[in-house]
């Protein structure tokens, strides 16, 4: 009995150690993003700032509007909300466009755009989320509630940040522990970070609902992928499942195709469970909670889209994309883009990363999806080849229907819940069977793999902070300083870029000790599962009938 506590205690701070290093890169790493980055420089991002403050003022509502918008080349009517929030965010109003002054014009920096002034009147203003779901502006708008001025955004933004960290530091943890032996922890970190591509961690860094959508479906992904490919141990199983009921939870409150990507997550599930584990899981309690769960945030998610009308199309028809086959051409034609989008492509798709930090993302992606291809079962080949045509074909389906009446409004982040679950799923079942490699490529490949992470995420950093830093006629050339961030400017921002380095590499080490990939727990025996009714017998029985596995 003491022998089984010690490895159950040694198990439970190895794993809270992982979570702790994870959520500490994550977060810095977003926060240098968030001081990087100007204020409504990132996509709809005034337009969030604008709902969150509303949300938390209690105007979850408002006046719907239709305005005429020109987007992608052609003039669309859209629908806008009007809300009354603090006079200062008159600056952000999405009809106005003084706030953009920057993206587009070589000759203009940042400084062009103003500030948000601290003020204690209030306003009409115009967003284009006022029929987004209220659960994200929620959680992040309340400093605007004690902060006023630019200094209430950037709070919201480090709490937008600290939860989209939490959430990626959970699905590493999630893929790291695990009972089987030869399990390699430090390639099933390597999927998360695979998954937080540059564009990932730059959305986590701002105010904009994708960024934790993506996040959530990370942590989503993990989980059930471990849940459909191990034999937990019944402890061990009940904290996936509480993290897999919080992930649906965010998931389905962020946008409105919510509800979509947790179907299509459990669907991945039943897939590559083979029968016996299904029968197991069937039988547990805990799972139907977690279920049940999922279901009523779904649920709830959907009643509100169809309330909100979020999902509406305009009665207009745009001659270009009709037929159908027209708009199928115009999305094929962009599908590359959208692939290019989903890796590192910033501000409203106008700060483009440099290639090297997409060839090497390329690289992780292709060694991991090669290896898994190579190893894995039928089920897993199945799902990740099922995934990667989503990935790659998904806009023919859920853009091209709907072009007619909204133009090619869509971008790839749009799709990134779905893209992830490659790298996680690939990760998995690779480092399930990492043990079969020779010795020196086990050892040296992972950290090569994550130093090109490392290079890539700092590479779209730079990139970047050139663009804001210089502006786009001089990003490379140098000349005046333009921008630089708040309080102590660019100095801040490399600081935390280069301390999220540093946690990575104490990350990396800690997850390729044994002890912080196969954590103590008896695996659940289908035997077990078939002589004792209820979720606490059955861990009694399991522990009676098997040995902790270290």
């Not at 794993?15 to 996509?43: C, G, K, N, Q």
């Not at 400084?111 to 967003?127: K, L, Y």
């Given at each position: 009995?003491?022998?089984?506590?010690?490895?159950?205690?040694?198990?439970?701070?190895?794993?809270?150690?992982?979570?702790?290093?994870?959520?500490?890169?994550?977060?810095?790493?977003?926060?240098?993003?968030?001081?990087?980055?100007?204020?409504?420089?990132?996509?709809?991002?005034?337009?969030?700032?604008?709902?969150?403050?509303?949300?938390?003022?209690?105007?979850?509502?408002?006046?719907?509007?239709?305005?005429?918008?020109?987007?992608?080349?052609?003039?669309?009517?859209?629908?806008?909300t009007?809300?009354r929030?603090?006079?200062?965010?008159?600056?952000?109003?999405?009809?106005?466009?003084?706030?953009?002054?920057?993206?587009?014009?070589d000759?203009?920096?940042?400084?062009?755009?103003?500030?948000?002034?601290?003020?204690?009147?209030?306003?009409?203003?115009?967003?284009?989320?006022?029929?987004?779901?209220?659960?994200?502006?929620?959680l992040?708008?309340?400093?605007?509630?004690?902060?006023?001025?630019?200094?209430?955004?950037?709070?919201?933004?480090?709490?937008?940040?600290?939860?989209?960290?939490?959430?990626?530091?959970?699905?590493?943890?999630?893929v790291?522990?695990?009972?089987?032996?030869?399990?390699?922890?430090?390639?099933?970190?390597?999927?998360?970070?695979?998954?937080?591509?540059?564009?990932?961690?730059?959305?986590?860094?701002?105010?904009?609902?994708?960024?934790?959508?993506?996040?959530?479906?990370?942590?989503?992904?993990?989980?059930?992928?471990?849940?459909?490919?191990?034999?937990?141990?019944?402890?061990?199983?009940?904290?996936?499942?509480?993290?897999?009921?919080?992930?649906?939870?965010?998931?389905?409150?962020?946008?409105?195709?919510?509800?979509?990507?947790?179907?299509?997550?459990?669907?991945?599930?039943?897939?590559?469970?083979?029968?016996?584990?299904?029968?197991?899981?069937?039988?547990?309690?805990?799972?139907?909670?977690?279920?049940?769960?999922?279901?009523?945030?779904?649920?709830?998610?959907?009643?509100?889209?169809?309330?909100?009308?979020?999902?509406?199309?305009?009665?207009?028809?745009?001659?270009?994309?009709?037929?159908?086959?027209?708009?199928?051409?115009?999305?094929?034609?962009?599908?590359?883009?959208?692939?290019?989008?989903?890796?590192?492509?910033f501000?409203?798709?106008?700060?483009?990363?440099?290639?090297?930090?997409?060839?090497?993302?390329?690289?992780?992606?292709?060694?991991?999806?090669?290896?898994?291809?190579?190893?894995?079962?039928?089920?897993?080949?199945?799902?990740?080849?099922?995934?990667?045509?989503?990935t790659?074909?998904?806009?023919?389906v859920?853009?091209?229907p709907?072009?007619?009446?909204?133009?090619?409004?869509?971008?790839?982040?749009?799709?990134?819940?779905?893209?992830?679950?490659?790298?996680?799923?690939?990760?998995?079942v690779?480092?399930?069977?990492?043990?079969?490699?020779p010795?020196?490529?086990?050892?040296?490949?992972?950290?090569?793999?994550?130093g090109?992470?490392a290079?890539?995420?700092?590479?779209?950093?730079?990139?970047?902070?050139?663009r804001?830093?210089?502006?786009?006629?001089?990003?490379?050339?140098?000349?005046?300083?333009?921008?630089?961030?708040?309080?102590a400017?660019?100095?801040?921002?490399?600081?935390?870029?280069?301390?999220?380095?540093?946690?990575?590499?104490?990350?990396?080490?800690?997850?390729?000790?044994?002890?912080?990939?196969?954590?103590?727990?008896?695996?659940?025996?289908?035997?077990?599962?078939?002589?004792?009714?209820?979720?606490?017998?059955?861990?009694?029985?399991?522990?009676e009938?098997?040995?902790?596995?270290?």
């Amino acid at each position: 009995m003491a022998g089984w506590l010690r490895k159950r205690v040694s198990a439970w701070a190895a794993a809270r150690t992982v979570w702790t290093l994870a959520f500490a890169t994550f977060v810095t790493l977003m926060t240098a993003w968030s001081l990087a980055t100007p204020i409504t420089a990132p996509p709809d991002e005034a337009a969030h700032l604008v709902k969150a403050a509303a949300v938390v003022r209690g105007e979850f509502g408002g006046e719907r509007r239709v305005i005429e918008a020109h987007h992608v080349g052609v003039d669309v009517e859209v629908g806008f909300t009007a809300v009354r929030v603090p006079a200062g965010y008159r600056d952000l109003d999405v009809t106005d466009g003084a706030y953009r002054c920057f993206r587009n014009d070589d000759k203009l920096s940042v400084a062009c755009r103003g500030t948000v002034a601290a003020s204690d009147d209030t306003a009409t203003v115009i967003t284009s989320a006022g029929t987004y779901g209220p659960g994200y502006y929620l959680l992040i708008g309340w400093p605007s509630l004690l902060l006023t001025g630019e200094a209430g955004l950037y709070a919201m933004r480090l709490l937008s940040a600290l939860l989209c960290a939490a959430l990626l530091a959970s699905a590493v943890v999630t893929v790291v522990e695990g009972a089987a032996k030869g399990y390699s922890g430090r390639v099933a970190l390597i999927g998360v970070l695979t998954a937080a591509t540059p564009t990932t961690v730059y959305l986590g860094g701002v105010v904009n609902p994708n960024g934790p959508e993506v996040a959530a479906a990370v942590l989503a992904w993990a989980v059930v992928v471990r849940l459909a490919t191990d034999e937990d141990g019944l402890p061990l199983l009940r904290r996936r499942l509480v993290r897999l009921g919080a992930a649906c939870v965010l998931l389905a409150s962020m946008r409105a195709l919510g509800p979509l990507w947790i179907a299509l997550v459990l669907a991945g599930g039943l897939i590559l469970a083979r029968p016996g584990r299904l029968r197991q899981l069937a039988r547990l309690r805990p799972v139907w909670v977690c279920l049940g769960v999922a279901a009523a945030a779904g649920l709830a998610a959907v009643g509100w889209t169809m309330t909100a009308d979020t999902l509406a199309l305009p009665t207009q028809t745009l001659e270009q994309y009709t037929p159908l086959t027209s708009a199928l051409k115009a999305v094929f034609d962009l599908l590359p883009n959208y692939l290019h989008q989903m890796v590192a492509i910033f501000g409203s798709l106008n700060v483009a990363a440099p290639e090297l930090t997409h060839v090497l993302w390329w690289v992780l992606a292709g060694c991991l999806v090669m290896f898994a291809l190579a190893t894995g079962r039928a089920r897993e080949t199945l799902v990740l080849a099922a995934l990667m045509a989503g990935t790659a074909f998904g806009p023919l389906v859920l853009m091209a229907p709907q072009a007619a009446h909204l133009g090619l409004i869509w971008q790839g982040r749009y799709l990134l819940a779905v893209a992830v679950g490659v790298p996680v799923l690939a990760a998995v079942v690779t480092g399930r069977n990492w043990g079969a490699l020779p010795r020196r490529l086990r050892s040296r490949l992972p950290l090569l793999l994550i130093g090109c992470w490392a290079v890539a995420q700092g590479g779209a950093f730079v990139w970047a902070a050139l663009r804001y830093a210089f502006g786009r006629r001089h990003q490379f050339s140098g000349g005046a300083l333009q921008w630089q961030p708040p309080v102590a400017g660019w100095s801040a921002a490399l600081v935390l870029l280069l301390l999220s380095g540093f946690l990575l590499v104490l990350l990396a080490i800690r997850t390729g000790r044994p002890e912080a990939a196969h954590p103590a727990g008896p695996a659940l025996s289908g035997t077990a599962r078939a002589v004792v009714p209820s979720v606490e017998s059955e861990g009694r029985a399991v522990r009676e009938q098997e040995p902790s596995q270290g």
